[in-house]
């Protein structure tokens, strides 16, 4: 199986100030199809999770464009580049190139310093 | 809008059954593969199950091979999950994803079941 693995899995972050999650996996998430099946997800308190980012770097429909993805190969990031109260919550990220299983990473909290 | 709805949670017995239903609305149901996660409380999410668009292809995380079953109405636009003999781990909010090929992108908002010992 794929292991994803997040850091930090907590960040403190000031307001308008920017924040950069990684994602690291256990081998190439390249798929034979030329594709990189990497996902990432907010999830709000008390709310299901939401997909933010496709295919690395792909934002989909009405996320805001101060979140942004990159990498490759088995290293990911997801940058957010000012802070806004709304981007509380936990972030994760998900490789869909090797399956099964889907895997997640553990999670990375943001809050508000 | 897409809109996907759980139902079916609820609290059971150790050793007890469940069946899930997750139904879909807003797209064309019939032509996305559909997944299960779930997240045991204050943790993260774990992939639990999976179904290609026909119910041809069913995927299960281990934990769970044996124990749970998938399957769809394209039909009923719903998607079912029969869990049986379940265990105090398997305590968490169950969420249905829509997933176009290999990845997953609408969540519904999870349905609650609570294993107790």
């Known amino acids: 199986d794929v292991v994803m693995t997040q850091s930090p899995l907590s960040l403190p972050v000031t307001l308008g100030q920017p924040a950069s999650i990684s994602c690291r996996s256990s081998?190439?998430?390249?798929?034979?199809?030329?594709?990189?099946?990497l996902s990432w997800f907010q999830q709000r308190p008390g709310q299901s999770p939401r997909r933010l980012i496709y295919k690395v770097s792909n934002r989909d429909s009405g996320v805001p464009d101060r979140f942004s993805g990159s990498g490759s190969g088995t290293d990911f990031t997801l940058k957010i580049s000012r802070v806004e109260a709304e981007d509380v919550g936990v972030y994760y990220c998900m490789q869909g190139t090797h399956w099964p299983p889907w895997t997640f990473g553990q999670g990375t909290k943001v809050e508000i310093k | 809008e897409v809109q996907l709805v759980e139902s079916g949670g609820g609290l059971v017995q150790r050793g007890g059954s469940l069946r899930l239903s997750c139904v879909g609305s807003g797209f064309i149901f019939r032509n996305y593969w559909m997944y299960w996660v779930r997240q045991a409380p204050g943790k993260g999410l774990v992939w639990v199950s999976h179904?290609?668009?026909?119910?041809?292809?069913?995927t299960y995380a281990d934990f769970v091979k044996g124990r749970f079953t998938i399957s769809r109405d394209n039909a009923k636009n719903t998607v079912h999950l029969q869990m049986n003999s379940l265990r105090a781990e398997d305590t968490a909010i169950y969420y249905c994803?829509?997933?176009?090929?290999?990845?997953?992108?609408?969540w519904g908002q999870g349905t609650l079941v609570t294993v107790s010992s």
């Open positions: 081998q190439s998430l390249v798929h034979s199809d030329g594709d990189t099946y």
């Open positions: 994803l829509r997933a176009l090929g290999s990845e997953g992108e609408s």
């Open positions: 179904i290609n668009s026909d119910g041809s292809t069913t």
